[in-house]
C-alpha cells in the first residue's frame, strides 16, 4: 500500500477566493454528493435529470445497506446468513463490539439525515451556504489587512493539510480492516466455523459499509472549511475593532488639542463618516454571518447529537475491555476524534460572540470619554449641531445594541454558543457519561 501525501502545489500562492473555491469543491462533493457550479445555482439552472442524482442514490443505497447491515450483526437471527458479532468478536479479540455497531447505527443514520436536510434545501434554492459561497466566491482579499490576509492563509494551510492526513489514514485504517475481516472471512469458512453462504453475503456487504465509511470520512474536508469560515468572520470583526481602536486613538489625541470651530466641525465630518462606514461594513458582516449560521447551525446540531453519543460509548466501551489491543485503541481513537473535534470548533465559536461584546464596548467606553470634549466645543445654537446630536445619538445606541445582538453561532435552534454555554456544555458530559456507565455496566 503507497502512502500518498496531500498535494503541497496547491497552497503555492493561495489567495483567499482560491480557498472559498475549495470550500465550494468541498461543499458540492463531499456534503451534497453532486456536481454543479456556482452559476447553476446562482441562476436556478440544477439538472432535475436522473444523472444528476444517479451518484447520490448509490452512496445512499451503500449508507443504509452498511446500517442494515451492522444491525443485522447485532441481532442473532442473522448470525446463521452472516457473520455476526461473535464472529467478528474471535477476530478482532475485543469485548462488547456490539456497542461500537449501535454507534455506527445511529452516527451514520444521524449523517443521512442530517444529508437530506441539506440537499433539501439546496433543490428548493434555500441553501444558505450556497448562497454565501455566491456572494463570497471571487472574495476581494485586498479588503483585509496584509497580516490578516496571511494569518489566514497560514490558518487554512495548516487546518486543511491535517485534515487531509487525518482522512487519508482514516481511509487506510479501514482498508485495512476490510483486508483483516476478509482473510479472516475465508480462514473461518476453511475451518468449518461459518459456511460459503455467510462468506460471500458478509463480505460483499462490509465493503459496501467501508466504502460509505471512506466517504463519510472526506466530510471532514468540509468541516475544515467551516473552521475556515468561522475563523475569517473572527478576523474582520477584529479589523473592524482596530480600525475603530485607530479612529479612537486620533480622537484621544486631538482631544487636547484647541482648534476652532470650523476645524472641529471638519474633523467631527470625517468621524462621521467613518462611523458611517463602520455601520454598514458590521451590518454586513452580521448579515453574512446569520446567512451562513443557518447551514452550520444545522450541522452542529446533527455533529453534537454523534459527538454525545461518541463519548458516552467510548468511555462504555474502554470499561469493557480486558486489555486494550491495536483495533479497539483505534476505534476508540477514530470516535473520540467527533468529540474532541466538536469541543474544538465549539471552542472557536465561541470566541466570536465574546469578541463582538468586546469590540462593543471598547467603542462605548472611547465613545463616552470623548463626547464630553465635543460637547464643550460645539456651538448648541447651530443646525450643525442638532445634526452632530442625532449622529452622536445614534452611534451610542449602534454599539449599545452590537453588545446584545448575538453575533455568532448557533446549535441549531437549542442554544446560542457562548463562552459560557460552551463551558456548561461541556461539564454537561461527565454526569451523561456516569448516567449511562451504570445503566450499561452496573446493571445486574
Partial sequence: MII??????????????????????????????????????????????????????????????????????ILEPFNDIII???????????????????FGVIAYSIFELMYFHLFKNFLRYRSSMDDYLVNNIDYDEK??????????????IISDIITDL?????????????FIYTIFGFISYLNSLINFLQLIISVPMFSIFCRYTKTRAAYFMMLSFIVFLIEFHKVRLKQLMLKSQKMMKQKSTNSHCHYGHQLFNLKEKMKKIFWNRFHIEYVNLYAETAQLNRTV???????????????????????????????????????????????????????????DQKCGKLILYNLARSQWHRFRMVNQSTNASLL??????????FVQTMTENHFGFTCGQLFFITKSKYTEILLLN???????YKKICLSP
Fill in 297 to 355: 447551525s444545522l450541522i452542529l446540531f446533527y455533529m453534537e447529537i454523534v459527538a454525545k453519543f461518541a463519548i458516552i460509548v467510548s468511555c462504555v466501551f474502554i470499561s469493557q475491555q480486558f486489555k486494550m489491543n491495536w483495533f479497539s485503541l483505534s476505534c476508540v481513537v477514530a470516535i473520540m476524534t467527533l468529540f474532541f473535534l466538536m469541543v474544538g470548533i465549539n471552542s472557536l465559536i465561541a470566541a466570536l460572540p465574546s469578541y
Fill in 430 to 436: 461527565l454526569p451523561l457519561i456516569l448516567l449511562f
Fill in 4 to 73: 500518498k501525501f496531500p498535494n503541497f502545489d496547491k497552497y503555492r500562492n493561495i489567495q483567499i477566493s482560491d480557498i472559498f473555491h475549495y470550500g465550494f469543491k468541498y461543499w458540492k462533493n463531499n456534503t451534497l454528493r453532486c456536481e454543479y457550479s456556482v452559476y447553476e445555482y446562482q441562476y436556478r439552472l440544477i439538472s432535475k435529470r436522473f444523472e444528476f442524482f444517479r451518484h447520490n442514490i448509490w452512496i445512499s443505497f451503500n449508507a443504509w445497506t452498511g446500517i442494515l447491515f451492522l444491525l443485522a450483526m
Fill in 84 to 102: 455476526g458479532n461473535e464472529h467478528y468478536k474471535r477476530m478482532v479479540d475485543c469485548e462488547r463490539l456490539d456497542l461500537l455497531m449501535i
Fill in 388 to 397: 452632530l446630536w442625532r449622529h452622536w445619538i445614534k452611534s451610542n445606541l
Fill in 166 to 178: 487525518f482522512h487519508r489514514l482514516l481511509s487506510y485504517f479501514i482498508t485495512l480492516t476490510l
Fill in 143 to 156: 479588503q483585509l489587512l496584509p497580516e490578516l490576509r496571511l494569518f489566514l492563509r497560514k490558518f487554512f
